[in-house]
Structure formats: structure tokens, C-alpha cells
């Protein structure tokens, strides 16, 4: 295989997996199995503040401005509803799939 090929091959698997709807379905999937552990972490308020800016910007940035606001709000209300203790874990793996789709689109394709 030459590099053209190969580098053409890269960016098409990069702007699928990176996708909206192939993304959130990794993660509800992901969600749907996850078994969190049992532990118990201390929350300080610094730390709950710094948690709800987090999903006050998730809100504007991805569930209002972003492409992929219909596949957000679907994952908040079924994690809502189905798994309601992992609702911040779907915030920032939401967050997460946003920070990987802009790389990619800015760096490699």
C-alpha cells in the first residue's frame, strides 16, 4: 500500500469514528455495560463547582452550537433515565468526543 492510500485511509476512519452518531453510540453502549466501582471520593465544593461550569459549557457548546446537539441530548436522557449515577461520566465523555472530532478536523483532516 502506498502512503497516499494509507494517509486517505486514516482520515476516512478518523471522520467516522469521530462522527457524531458512530461516537455517542460507542458511548451508550459503553454506558450501558460500564460497572463503576464502588468508591468514596470526597467531593469538595471547588471541585463541584469546577463540574457544573463543565456541563453548563457541555450545554452551550455541544447541546446548543454543536453539530452533534440531537446525539447529546439523547445520551443526557438516557443516561438520565437508565443509568442516572453515570450522568457526568456521559458529560465528559461527550466533552471528550467534541475535544477528539475538533483535533482531528484541525490536524489531520
Known amino acids: 500500500m502506498d502512503l497516499d492510500t494509507l494517509s486517505k485511509g486514516y482520515r476516512r476512519i478518523l471522520r467516522h469514528i469521530y462522527s457524531p452518531a458512530p461516537y455517542y453510540q460507542r458511548v451508550r453502549t459503553f ?18 463547582s469546577e463540574m457544573i ?3 453548563i459549557r457541555s450545554i452551550y457548546r455541544l447541546g446548543i452550537r454543536g453539530q452533534e446537539r440531537t446525539h447529546y441530548w439523547k445520551l443526557l436522557w438516557w443516561t438520565l433515565f437508565r443509568r442516572p449515577t453515570l450522568v457526568p461520566l456521559a458529560v465528559t465523555l461527550a466533552i471528550y468526543g467534541y ?3 475538533t483535533i482531528s478536523e484541525q490536524h489531520i483532516l
Open 53 to 55: 461550569l463543565a456541563f
Open 99 to 101: 475535544h477528539f472530532r
Open 31 to 48: 454506558l450501558g455495560e460500564y460497572k463503576p466501582p464502588k468508591l468514596a471520593v470526597p467531593w469538595d465544593l471547588a471541585f463541584l
